[in-house]
């Protein structure tokens, strides 16, 4: 469910490379349910780029009880990886928002064909247990009864951490959440977590492997090996750097997998650099759970972009060893999945495309993946829920990639699909390993108005409306604006200007579309603000607007107001041509050279509707898409109030919308203060 308040955890005080990880407590409450740098420079030709390594021994793993824990190699044909039905067959699994705050997990059966079925509701709960953004999920076979399970860390407002599990039943559904693990605040950052699952002691149980990213710059694996009731361990260090190595987590993206072949599974690693090289490397699973040093693999130079490959795990091949494949969204728009050859020690070698679809087909964006043998043949498919903007309906389907006996995918196999009752934004697939940190959102900045009673007394005309708005914009962070497009008498100058009236403005007051541009004694053109942070500053046409945008280098998102209608529905078709001349023709002239968007409120209905069919008749139908989201929660008053009422709301609209591969536009009245908030949480 939603967050509605708080700031999501505690800052690290422990700033050692070891963590006070208590065992913490059996009566843990969520919302009351009952608890059960990237190095720079060139190296030589054998370290090439990779971040500097040197060896911290790993702790010596211990049971619950305290006894050493003898590794076991588990057996090469292990069945299905979450199988939530028993049926040898992956199924698939999503934790779903409800946006009345209730959530439930839901179970998307794999038929003989390896196409989906309806989801299946496995497990749910009421309004005001969780908080979906507060969680990491991952899945595997935690208490090694051959059935899939769910466990994810759960963040706390005081900064208190937990681990859950939901053991799998064998139906598709979940038992009782189970709590195996606890820590008081200050100890453990939620943020700062990122969760894979994997067999890493080879024992036949999936544990948790934890990177974590101290603030200080060191980074450290903690491995929270499986007990045979499917809750964990107190986790043990198996895998540390100091900030002088030169790793940042923001740089890389995680899979799990067997790729020596050892029954044990290893960490995979797609490392971007600063300089642009992407290198796979990998960090083989040792005999007690903790990791040995990474082994370099593939590496490019030229040609990839970090931001543009998410990486998938999987024996695609069926010879009983894992690899990693990534899903290149290509900017031609064309899609492919690269897979990499397996040395005898698990490095990825040379690439090869083993799916090509081309540009038109799928966006990367409105995709989930997610890996498994879906029909049961030994090899390891890829799966996606799609969500589809560009039909009648928004539409939501799942579509399955089945692989050949060459390790190459065919499909597109479409399963289940529903056009109502489901958001494709509030589903979160299950998958065992994360999709590492998402891209960095574009951040546009909008002027703060106050939204109480007498409002235009406290305004202080904040917004983005002229050049010096513009260059402070900027330089808090912002890449684009928001900014508001009146219209004068009879349409026939368009203007930036949020309110109806001239209030703000030095001269007599009047309403905008009741004066002239430059006649009259009333006229607008000259006037200058008469107070607040750009007093002075004039009144600009949106030609000299757009200008002033496009030569600050920022996107211009513009709000066209509903006053502008009196002129732009108005009964003369004379005036009406005027004013569409006015809002359209200065877009037409830039749109080649500048990111330009139009849009109106949603209550200007008739005027919303003409502004969509005058705009693509001009060949402008691009400006009336990818528009930013809004990410604010709280209002704006004089003075403002502090930006951390946003917090939650950020958190929530960054885990909704934030994504893998590109950089969603996110609009907000307090650029610089998200800009700040956004460190470390994205890439």
Known sequence: MKRPTGIVCAAVVCALLGLQAGAGSASAQVRG??????????????????????????????????GARVATVRAAAGGARHD???????????????????DAMHTFAAKSDGSLSAPLKGWEAADGNYWAEHM???????????????????????GKVSLFTWLGKGDGKFGTRLTSWTVDPGNWTFDAITAEAGDFDGDGRDDIAAWYDYRNGDDKLFTFLARTDGGFATPFSSFARTDADGWEVGRMKFATGDYDGDGRDDLGVLYGYASGTVTLMSFAGKPGGGFAEPVRGWESATGWTFSRATVHSGDFDGDGRDSIAAWYDYADGHDALIGFDLGADGTFGNRREILNRPAGWYERSRMKIVTGDYNGDGRDDLATVYGYTDLRLPTV??????????????GDLHGWETETGWTFDRMRLVERHSEG????PTVYGHGGYPTEADAWDRDQVRQPNNPKALAQQKSWGAAGVEADLQLTKDGTKGVMWHNSTTRGLTGPKADVTKIWWATGTDQLKGRTIDHGPYAGETVYTFREWLESARNQ???????????????????????????????????????????IMIYTGSDNTDLKAELEKRIKAAGLGATLTDHPRWVDTIGWEEPAPAASGNYAGWLNRLNRYGLPTTSVPMATTWP??????LSGRCA
């Not at 067959?89 to 409800?98: E, N, P």
């Not at 990491?136 to 005081?158: C, E, L, P, Q, S």
């Not at 089945?402 to 390790?407: F, K, P, R």
């Open 553 to 595: 280098n920022m996107a211009a998102f513009v709000e066209l107001k509903g006053e502008a209608g009196q002129s732009l529905l108005n009964s003369s078709a004379s005036i009406r041509e005027t004013a569409w001349a006015e809002v359209i023709d200065p877009i037409k002239e830039r749109v080649g050279s500048q990111k």
């Open 672 to 677: 610089k203060e998200l800009k700040s908030w």
């Open 33 to 66: 349910e009952a608890a059960a740098v990237a190095p720079t420079g060139a190296a030589s030709k054998g370290t090439a780029e990779l971040p500097q390594v040197g060896g911290v021994a790993p702790a010596k793993a211990q049971t619950a009880d305290g």
């Open 397 to 410: 389907k799942t579509i399955t990639f089945t692989a050949q006996s060459d390790g190459t995918l065919a």
């Open 136 to 158: 990491k999920y991952v899945t595997g076979d935690f208490n090694g009864d051959g059935i899939g399970d769910v466990a994810a860390f759960y963040g706390y407002d005081d």
């Open 84 to 102: 939530y039905n028993g049926d040898g067959r992956s199924d698939l699994l999503d934790w779903y928002d409800y946006s009345d705050g209730s």
């Open 437 to 440: 940190l998402p891209v960095c």
